[in-house]
């Protein structure tokens, strides 16, 4: 069938296509393209519910025709990480890459190749997809896991409910009583381009919203009527004493917990102290978190009593040293109150309601081996016995193979290798749609580590941090160079069909046409280039059951899906259990885990507990730093994306939050010059001071890049810089658990 992509008007086409990268939309940018250039975008103007894009993505074209935009393939010439490169054809940069990585294999073994691989894209086919494909197909790679998002939430959803699936369509909110927002700022870190305004409509409505976060956030200030500080990574033991009081009140729904849970006399057991002689008190919770005593008990028999209430606990605080903690805290905590398959209210978790990436929940059940890691494809990892600490048992269960490396983990395994621990001494480093260095804990380490390479080749659109120490740079088109499909992030019933804008600018290339490339050179020739990129986003749609028409999708450049009802996860077991269990060991809800008591390890407990560590707000360490940081996500950028845009950083400064209180022990005044520091490294920074931050905490948002000066200072407020690089045994990133000093910075 001949479709239109395009409408013109009069000497203009209008483009239909979307913006994609990793923030939590992707959305619906209209195009308005005249002699190949982008002059303007527009976007959703159809039917309810609009897709809109918001400033960033309306900021593109200063993205896509910024100066900076890498041209040509570049070869280092000066020393690593100096951003010395000379240009260099296609054919020569190419022809270095496949040597290098031949050289490697040969001497070394595949699993010397590590695939630094991200989200900078999150199209279904470019990015790493086609590098994947390239490098298992010529025999293999070593890989990551632990995703910075969301791992800690993923681990305690799959212990608790065997799935990930949870949480229900962001329309159901409408039917809550109550709406708990805890550790979540979707009205700037973007979480399904619809949030915002469904959260406007619940207010509008009258329910009432409670934030629970150490910020007062744009979210607390226009949706919530009650804001509840919080110590950052103290947010379990919150959670914790609110299931006390619950179940010492008698509050909890006890038919829910007996016919849908298991294990609620083990969480008895400690929550009144028969485990370790403490009461889990309010005011036990009090004394860790600041929150008072009379909060927490009035917020738990508020949450219990007003059924149905939304519990959404947000990634950010799981974004923390034993985060998995907190994310189990919260899911059970929901399904104490009865909170969970109901309409109104939310199995709090990983939160996709709505997934067009798992069909169903009945696919998501266990397969029938339950002890081997399953075959992944990678030789690398065939035969890898399950990682240490694994819910391999669960099907879809969180990364299982031991064959590969935790993301917070990477550049000490580079470092160290086999005899730190690591499956591999890695030697070749292949980053693609991955900005590491900045955007993984400890970026000074990450230097030494990106040095101590043999060979690094980069795929990128700009000259980042991580790019400057390649060895080889190869120039990336965006997407609207070229054509994909983005499906929602977390549940939203659409699609994105980015249909190509404008031809690739200079000599740039997707990455799928990289690969076809140089699998030549590689004496390879995978499947998946043997078809056209249409072929192959055809193929990647058939395997959907929610795109019944590709080409209308491609006509209209969204597909948006009606669905009879909102998603409420989890009903048909709580309305049906006697025909649907959850995918559990169990086949019930978990507050006491198995697979994790099977574990018997006290770092995996299999009741949700709070767990301090080595940079708690009490830790040794804090005598000597004795601030917490934190480091959210904001609106000028998603993640490093967007840094280089002005039109996105006019929009707010980057500071260091920091409150009058702590601000003034230190003598510091808004707009001051700091230095905030630790062990691991120093920024240079402006400081915000501001009410809008408890005390004892301080915020640098994510995402600016690393710009040392010949002191190894960072002068571009990395937060990276001062972030651990330890992971937690569920998975979980640490990048919201930092001890600092701040202090007014030296003149120079
Ligand atoms: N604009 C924008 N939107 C984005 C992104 C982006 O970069 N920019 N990134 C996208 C991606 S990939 C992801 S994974 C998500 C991330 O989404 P989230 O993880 O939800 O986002 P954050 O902004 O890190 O944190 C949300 C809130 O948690 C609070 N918080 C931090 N630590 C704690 C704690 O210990 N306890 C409590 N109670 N609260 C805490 C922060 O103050 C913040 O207000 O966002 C997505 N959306
Ligand atoms: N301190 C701290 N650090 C964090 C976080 C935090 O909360 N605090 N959040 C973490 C989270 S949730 C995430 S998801 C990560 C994100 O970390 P990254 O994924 O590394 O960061 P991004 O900036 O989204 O994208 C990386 C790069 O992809 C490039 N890119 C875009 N499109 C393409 C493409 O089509 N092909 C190729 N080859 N490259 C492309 C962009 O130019 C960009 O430089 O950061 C994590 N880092
Ligand atoms: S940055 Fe995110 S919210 Fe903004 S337009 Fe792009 S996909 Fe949508
Ligand atoms: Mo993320």
Same mark, same amino acid.
């Given at each position: 069938?001949?479709?239109?992509?395009?409408?013109?008007?009069?000497?203009?086409?209008?483009?239909?296509?979307?913006?994609?990268?990793?923030?939590?939309?992707?959305?619906?940018?209209?195009?308005?393209?005249?002699?190949?250039?982008?002059?303007?975008?527009?976007?959703?103007?159809?039917?309810?519910?609009?897709?809109?894009?918001?400033?960033?993505?309306?900021?593109?074209?200063? &993205?896509?025709?910024?100066?900076?935009?890498?041209?040509?393939?570049? &070869? *280092?010439?000066?020393?690593?990480?100096?951003?010395?490169?000379?240009?260099?054809?296609?054919?020569?940069?190419?022809?270095?890459?496949?040597?290098?990585?031949?050289?490697?294999?040969?001497?070394?073994?595949?699993?010397?190749?590590?695939?630094?691989?991200?989200?900078?894209?999150?199209?279904?086919?470019?990015?790493?997809?086609?590098?994947?494909?390239?490098?298992?197909?010529?025999?293999?790679?070593?890989?990551?896991?632990?995703?910075?998002?969301?791992?800690?939430?993923?681990?305690?959803?799959?212990?608790?409910?065997?799935?990930?699936?949870?949480?229900?369509?962001?329309?159901?909110?409408?039917?809550?009583?109550?709406?708990?927002?805890?550790?979540?700022?979707?009205?700037?870190?973007?979480?399904?381009?619809?949030?915002?305004?469904?959260?406007?409509?619940?207010?509008?409505?009258?329910?009432?919203?409670?934030?629970?976060?150490? &910020?007062?956030?744009?979210?607390?200030?226009?949706?919530?009527? #009650?804001?509840?500080?919080?110590?950052?990574?103290?947010?379990?033991?919150?959670? +914790?004493?609110?299931?006390?009081?619950?179940?010492?009140?008698?509050?909890?729904?006890?038919?829910?917990?007996?016919?849908?849970?298991?294990?609620?006399?083990?969480?008895?057991?400690?929550?009144?102290?028969?485990?370790?002689?403490?009461?889990?008190?309010?005011?036990?919770?009090?004394?860790?978190?600041?929150?008072?005593?009379?909060?927490?008990?009035?917020?738990?028999?508020?949450?219990?009593?007003?059924?149905?209430?939304?519990?959404?606990?947000?990634?950010?605080?799981? *974004?923390?040293?034993?985060?998995? #903690?907190?994310?189990?805290?919260?899911?059970?905590?929901?399904?104490?109150?009865?909170?969970?398959?109901?309409?109104?209210?939310?199995?709090?978790?990983?939160?996709?309601?709505?997934?067009?990436?798992?069909?169903?929940?009945?696919?998501?059940?266990?397969?029938?081996?339950?002890?081997?890691?399953?075959?992944?494809?990678?030789?690398?990892?065939?035969?890898?016995?399950?990682?240490?600490?694994?819910?391999?048992?669960?099907?879809?269960?969180?990364?299982?193979?031991?064959?590969?490396?935790?993301?917070?983990?990477?550049?000490?395994?580079?470092?160290?290798?086999?005899?730190?621990?690591?499956?591999?001494?890695?030697?070749?480093?292949?980053?693609?749609?991955?900005?590491?260095?900045?955007?993984?804990?400890?970026?000074?380490?990450?230097?030494?580590?990106?040095?101590?390479?043999?060979?690094?080749?980069?795929?990128?659109?700009?000259?980042?941090?991580?790019?400057?120490?390649?060895?080889?740079?190869?120039?990336?088109?965006?997407?609207?160079?070229?054509?994909?499909?983005?499906?929602?992030?977390?549940?939203?019933?659409?699609?994105?069909?980015?249909?190509?804008?404008?031809?690739?600018?200079?000599?740039?290339?997707?990455?799928?046409?990289?690969?076809?490339?140089?699998?030549?050179?590689?004496?390879?020739?995978?499947?998946?280039?043997?078809?056209?990129?249409?072929?192959?986003?055809?193929?990647?749609?058939?395997?959907?059951?929610?795109?019944?028409?590709?080409?209308?999708?491609?006509?209209?450049?969204?597909?948006?899906?009606?669905?009879?009802?909102?998603?409420?996860?989890?009903?048909?077991?709580?309305?049906?259990?006697?025909?649907?269990?959850?995918?559990?060991?169990?086949?019930? +809800?978990?507050?006491?885990?198995?697979?994790?008591?099977?574990?018997?390890?006290?770092?995996?407990?299999?009741?949700?507990?709070?767990?301090?560590?080595?940079?708690?707000?009490?830790?040794?360490?804090?005598?000597?730093?004795?601030?917490?940081?934190?480091?959210?996500?904001?609106?000028?950028?998603?993640?490093?994306?967007?840094?280089?845009?002005?039109?996105?950083?006019?929009?707010?400064?980057?500071?260091?939050?920091?409150?009058?209180?702590?601000?003034?022990?230190?003598?510091?005044?808004?707009?001051?010059?700091?230095?905030?520091?630790?062990?691991?490294?120093?920024?240079?920074?402006?400081?915000?001071?501001?009410?809008?931050?408890?005390?004892?905490?301080?915020?640098?948002?994510?995402?600016?890049?690393?710009?040392?000066?010949?002191?190894?200072?960072?002068?571009?407020?990395?937060?990276?810089?001062?972030?651990?690089?330890?992971?937690?045994?569920?998975?979980?990133?640490?990048?919201?658990?930092?001890?600092?000093?701040?202090?007014?910075?030296?003149?120079?």
């Amino acid at each position: 069938m001949e479709v239109s992509k395009t409408c013109l008007d009069g000497d203009v086409r209008v483009v239909n296509t979307g913006c994609c990268h990793d923030c939590g939309g992707r959305c619906v940018l209209k195009a308005h393209v005249k002699d190949g250039r982008v002059t303007r975008f527009e976007s959703d103007t159809g039917d309810d519910p609009q897709i809109r894009a918001c400033m960033r993505g309306r900021a593109y074209r200063q &993205r896509l025709y910024s100066p900076d935009r890498l041209r040509y393939p570049l &070869r *280092r010439v000066g020393k690593k990480g100096a951003g010395k490169f000379e240009r260099v054809s296609w054919d020569e940069a190419l022809n270095e890459v496949a040597g290098r990585l031949k050289h490697v294999k040969e001497t070394y073994g595949n699993a010397s190749i590590l695939l630094m691989a991200s989200g900078g894209n999150q199209g279904m086919l470019h990015g790493p997809l086609p590098v994947g494909a390239m490098l298992q197909e010529f025999g293999g790679f070593t890989r990551t896991w632990g995703i910075a998002s969301y791992e800690g939430a993923m681990y305690a959803s799959m212990a608790t409910y065997g799935t990930i699936r949870t949480g229900n369509s962001r329309e159901d909110l409408l039917n809550s009583k109550m709406v708990i927002l805890w550790g979540w700022n979707p009205a700037v870190t973007i979480q399904d381009p619809g949030t915002s305004l469904m959260l406007a409509r619940v207010r509008e409505k009258g329910i009432k919203i409670v934030a629970v976060d150490p &910020r007062y956030t744009e979210s607390v200030a226009t949706f919530a009527s #009650q804001w509840i500080p919080i110590r950052p990574g103290t947010d379990s033991a919150v959670l +914790i004493a609110m299931a006390y009081v619950i179940l010492s009140e008698n509050l909890q729904d006890q038919a829910f917990i007996d016919q849908h849970t298991v294990g609620i006399e083990k969480y008895k057991d400690y929550l009144f102290g028969v485990d370790d002689g403490v009461q889990k008190t309010p005011q036990w919770a009090e004394s860790i978190s600041t929150v008072p005593a009379e909060v927490i008990a009035q917020l738990a028999r508020e949450y219990a009593l007003i059924k149905p209430a939304a519990l959404i606990a947000g990634w950010a605080p799981a *974004r923390a040293a034993f985060g998995e #903690q907190y994310s189990r805290a919260a899911n059970v905590l929901t399904a104490i109150t009865g909170n969970i398959g109901v309409s109104g209210g939310y199995a709090s978790g990983f939160m996709r309601a709505y997934s067009s990436r798992e069909f169903s929940h009945k696919k998501a059940m266990a397969p029938p081996d339950r002890e081997k890691a399953r075959p992944t494809g990678n030789p690398v990892e065939d035969g890898a016995l399950p990682r240490k600490y694994s819910l391999h048992k669960l099907y879809g269960g969180t990364n299982p193979s031991g064959a590969r490396i935790h993301n917070a983990k990477i550049f000490d395994a580079i470092l160290r290798g086999r005899t730190g621990g690591y499956p591999a001494d890695i030697k070749l480093g292949y980053v693609v749609a991955s900005n590491c260095l900045n955007q993984n804990p400890n970026t000074r380490r990450g230097e030494a580590a990106l040095k101590a390479l043999d060979f690094l080749v980069v795929h990128e659109q700009f000259m980042t941090p991580t790019a400057r120490f390649a060895d080889v740079v190869l120039p990336v088109n965006t997407f609207m160079e070229r054509n994909d499909i983005a499906p929602p992030w977390l549940g939203s019933p659409y699609y994105i069909y980015l249909n190509k804008a404008v031809d690739s600018l200079y000599e740039s290339k997707s990455d799928l046409d990289i690969c076809r490339e140089l699998a030549p050179k590689l004496g390879i020739s995978p499947m998946m280039y043997n078809f056209s990129e249409d072929e192959i986003l055809q193929g990647i749609a058939a395997g959907r059951n929610d795109i019944p028409d590709y080409g209308a999708m491609q006509r209209d450049g969204v597909l948006k899906i009606r669905l009879d009802e909102p998603v409420v996860s989890f009903k048909e077991q709580i309305e049906n259990p006697d025909n649907t269990s959850f995918p559990t060991l169990s086949g019930k +809800i978990e507050i006491h885990c198995e697979h994790l008591a099977e574990m018997g390890d006290p770092s995996v407990p299999s009741i949700p507990r709070y767990m301090p560590h080595a940079e708690s707000h009490d830790a040794p360490l804090a005598k000597q730093y004795p601030l917490q940081l934190i480091t959210p996500h904001d609106k000028k950028r998603a993640h490093s994306t967007w840094h280089n845009v002005s039109w996105c950083s006019e929009v707010e400064p980057h500071v260091i939050a920091i409150s009058p209180v702590d601000a003034l022990d230190r003598d510091i005044r808004d707009e001051d010059t700091v230095d905030v520091f630790n062990d691991r490294g120093r920024v240079r920074i402006r400081a915000r001071v501001t009410e809008r931050i408890m005390p004892g905490v301080v915020e640098l948002t994510q995402g600016a890049w690393y710009d040392p000066d010949e002191k190894g200072v960072d002068r571009g407020g990395c937060a990276n810089v001062l972030t651990r690089d330890e992971a937690s045994p569920g998975g979980a990133h640490p990048m919201n658990s930092a001890l600092v000093q701040v202090e007014p910075s030296p003149q120079d």
